[in-house]
Antibody, heavy 121, light 110 residues
Framework: EVQLVESGGGLVQPGASVRLSCTASGFTFSNYSFNWVRQAPGKGLEWVSHIAGSSDNIYYADSIKGRFIISRDNAKSSLYLQMRGLRAEDTAVYYC??????????????WGQGTLVTVSS | DTVMTQSPISLPVTPGEPASISCRSNQSLLHSSGHNFLDWYLQKPGQSPQLLIYLGSSRASGVPDRFSGSGSGTDFTLKISRVEAEDVGVYYCMQTLGYSFGQGTKVEIK
């Protein structure tokens, strides 16, 4: 069974840093691209970042470019999001989402349960 | 940037009746491959989103056939032929040329 479990969220102060993790199981992690998607409280979905299976293609949303870094460790079946310079507007549930087909962009076929990051003093 | 606009924002529905959601892009999502790079997702209350439709009109595995996607280029539609109570939630379109979501359409039972 495919499972994605996010962790690392919590209450952080403005300007602080935090690293989110997404641990995968039930499939060969390195074969898939992954994305981070966030959802501010009561708001819609916002795509954040994409990383290909071998980390050779990485993309970011303009809203977080230069502050967030996506990475992965295929040996540990883990995806990461290093977040720096956090702002109140970064407060959201952060989901990791697997791109389920090697030839079809998007196709987010599995999502984690999300981890909440709250940026507040 | 590709901007996705959904309508309506809120959609009260009657069980057994059809429902339709529109999604428009400010840029064509028709790829040179001939496919439209657009997904549809449903986020049920308290849950993570789930994939319904990919490449504009292909149903994901396990998705009931009452859901269908259509459209090409900049105009797309998600249709539910006969709404069931379990279909309530927020529906999002997402363009997959560069990844961005529509603002969502909340479907609720009348």
């Amino acid at each position: 069974e495919v499972q994605l479990v996010e962790s690392g969220g919590g209450l952080v102060q403005p300007g602080a840093s935090v690293r989110l993790s997404c641990t995968a199981s039930g499939f060969t992690f390195s074969n898939y691209s992954f994305n981070w998607v966030r959802q501010a409280p009561g708001k819609g979905l916002e795509w954040v970042s994409h990383i290909a299976g071998s980390s050779d293609n990485i993309y970011y949303a303009d809203s977080i470019k230069g502050r967030f870094i996506i990475s992965r460790d295929n040996a540990k079946s883990s995806l990461y999001l290093q977040m720096r310079g956090l702002r109140a507007e970064d407060t959201a549930v952060y989901y990791c989402a697997r791109e389920g087909h090697p030839l079809i962009p998007g196709f987010f076929d599995h999502w984690g349960q999300g981890t909440l990051v709250t940026v507040s003093s | 940037d590709t901007v996705m606009t959904q309508s309506p924002i809120s959609l009260p529905v009657t069980p057994g009746e059809p429902a339709s959601i529109s999604c428009r892009s400010n840029q064509s999502l028709l790829h040179s491959s001939g496919h439209n790079f657009l997904d549809w997702y449903l986020q049920k209350p308290g849950q993570s989103p789930q994939l319904l439709i990919y490449l504009g009109s292909s149903r994901a595995s396990g998705v009931p056939d009452r859901f269908s996607g259509s459209g090409s280029g900049t105009d797309f539609t998600l249709k539910i032929s006969r709404v069931e109570a379990e279909d309530v939630g927020v529906y999002y379109c997402m363009q997959t040329l560069g990844y961005s979501f529509g603002q969502g359409t909340k479907v609720e039972i009348k």
